[in-house]
């Protein structure tokens, strides 16, 4: 026990037959779990003591899922801590929890060697929970033991029955009610999914139902039927006593639990935003302070951080990002971090992004940059999407150019944009005044092929209108 | 940013000065706004809740308010709550709705409340006050994002005979509106149309009307769905 802070964390683990208690005290003693299980059964056959031992180890030790949320709850970020102190924070007594399971743990299993956590991964075919029938098995193994019974008592053996059945449904109302439990806590409390919480319910009382009438079975029949009824009685009387001075205390104490629960959920979102706002604003006004000086920088910075925010704040991260606006929104960004100046995206309508619209993105980008470049101003963008066909109309209101003017050899517009669109089916014009450059990009609507006689059709406003 | 298309050719009212109120959380940004503002455009009030603007609104019947759309107090309807809570007013003063949220249901929501405009609050100073002084002479101030959104709300076909009027934008409206929405000034409008400023004003606030007044289904699911923008 002295190397005990060395170890993992004595947690219940998933890869579980009943409630993961093995296999968990398996890695935190760095014993083989099939060792741990194997003297766990033998245990139960001492007495119940390993019945006992594994019961009490089912209640007292978290699930690691559990643990890891009780860990996770202290955010990353270093600001954040100081947001989301909880109040009240249990985790000493759960420390103490832990710490007495370990020792029980070390007890029981025998001086525990220190490998590391060497995650003893039993031979596939006795990792129950793979097989995908470990219940019907458990179920299988219920029903031979059922079957021995029944043979041992056809060859006359005497089986105490009477004891045995109800024995058996006490046992097994308890463990459905307490599997429900664990499967409570493991799910249903955590996320209030509920979903399936009906099914919970039914098997709770099921379970209840087992145990009370496995009881009054065993009560029944050492006594007269009049004895149980009154005994019956009176338990009842007892047991509605009880209830009636609890009931109180349970409830304010669910209530508390829901408080908490509620508490907890807004301190873990409060923390997710400090944690946000720590790496995104916080850091982007720390250099905008240290570049107060460049005003294109701050301006720059400032742009970045606001587009940051804002898909932060407004998008939805389930929405599907292969939209075409998307990609045209990500390509001004990046103009827009490259040359400084503001670029505005206005979208109408949307359409997912096939293969061809490539051609059409790059010329939206080519065409940015270059208003971006020689505009000098805010950039305009609009994209619009009806029935398929996609529009982009790039505007700047630098003072314009003249396209008969450009070099040949200067590639960027008369190959990036205008070419680039001709090629794969699109259009493309560009109309400039003294007061601002507009390009139009055009690209049909996706098409089952490139059919050649459309291709006139298709070329034909990109040669008319494609100078000035 | 270029949230608002009208520099250089807004009409600043002759001589005549406008009076406006400055409704805004933030007082660095009413400070700001102030400064910005033409020498011209007289602020009056200033207020920073919804109870407070509605008080100061009543009190001073300015000519514009410029409204942010995110206000805290009243039941937590913002600038909405403004307009409906000065209604009275809505004949002799306009609201001019500001924003940093391009969420389409604020912008559609304060317009649909009675705003007569929606800009961006990083709109530069010689463009506010052109947005102020085209408010205060009664016409409506579209963004290029606003003009975005009414595509989207009311569709790129052009109205059908057969439609209710108000649940579709006529050919030439939609012409605007993409104008708008790619950037243009109304004075480049009106030159890419050949047609008057004044009727593109006309089709401007015509469009305002529809947005306002229109039952449309699809606007109001559109608006709901559109939450996130």
New interface residues.
Partial sequence: MTSAPERPPLVRRSDRIIAGVCSGLAVHLGLPVNTVRLVMVLASFAGGIGVVFYAWLWIMVPTAYESARRQGRRPASPIAPAVSRAPGRSDDGRGTAHAGAGAAAGGAGGPGDDRPAAEAAPPPWLRLQDMRYAKEILLGVALLLVAGILTAQLLGVDVPLGTLIPAAAVLGGASIAWMQLDETRRAGLVDKTKANQAGGWARLVAGLALVVAGVLVMVSGSGSWEQTWLALLASVAVLGGVVLVLLPWGLKFWRDLEAERAGRIRETERAEIAAHLHDSVLQTLALIQRRAANEHDVVRLARAQERELRSWLFDDPGKDAGQLSDRIKAVAAEVEDLLGNAVDVVSVGDTAVTEGHAALIHASREAMLNASRHGGGTVSVYLEVSGGRAEVFIKDRGPGFELRNVPEDRLGVRESIIGRMNRHGGSATIISTSDGTEVRLGFPAAQPEKVPPVQPDRVQPATREGRP | ???MQGTGNGTPGAGKSVRVVLVDDHAIFRSGLKADLDPSIQVVGEAATVEQAIAVIAQERPDVVLLDVHLPGGLGGGGREVIAGSAALLSTTRFLALSV???AEDVVAVIRAGARGYVTKTISGADITDAVYRVAGGDAVFS??L??FV??AFG??PADIADDELDRLSARELEVM?LI????SYK?VAKELFISIKTVETHVSAVLRKLQLSSRHELTKWAAERR??
Avoid: H, K, V
């Fill in positions: 940013m270029n949230s949220s391009d969420a290029p994002r003009a975005g595509l989207d790129t076909a993409r929405a790619r950037g243009y480049e996130l923008l």
